[in-house]
């Protein structure tokens, strides 16, 4: 599936579940942009101090930068990112716009 790695549509939502394209210091990838724990904000997430997590807003769960480097194969091709998401290929899939977080805006 292919979506937007900024702006309008810079949110894939496959079988309801948000995902984003991030850029860190330590390199870009697809994120889910809800929190496991509770649903929380994962796209406005900061870096730890260590750089190496990301935090979530809501109760500052910590997800280390290499496993979601892991989590979804994608490729980026200028302004599109295209991603292999987990779950059913014919999963329902709407686009959609969530602002990222400094840390995850690149
Ligand atoms: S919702 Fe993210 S840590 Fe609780």
Redesign the pocket.
């Known amino acids: 599936m292919t979506f937007s790695v900024a702006g309008r549509n810079n949110c894939a939502v496959v079988a309801g579940e948000p995902y984003v394209y991030a850029r860190t210091d330590e390199g870009a990838f697809v994120m889910r942009a809800r929190?496991?724990?509770?649903?929380?904000p994962?796209h406005l997430a900061g870096l730890s101090p260590e750089r190496n997590r990301l935090v979530?807003?809501?109760?500052?769960?910590k997800t280390s930068l290499t496993r979601l480097r892991q989590e979804i194969p994608a490729v980026r091709r200028g302004d599109i990112v295209t991603a292999v998401f987990p779950g059913q290929p014919d999963a329902a899939v709407g686009f959609g716009h969530r602002p990222l977080s400094v840390d995850l805006a690149g």
């Open positions: 929190c496991p724990h509770r649903g929380g994962l979530c807003p809501w109760h500052e769960r």
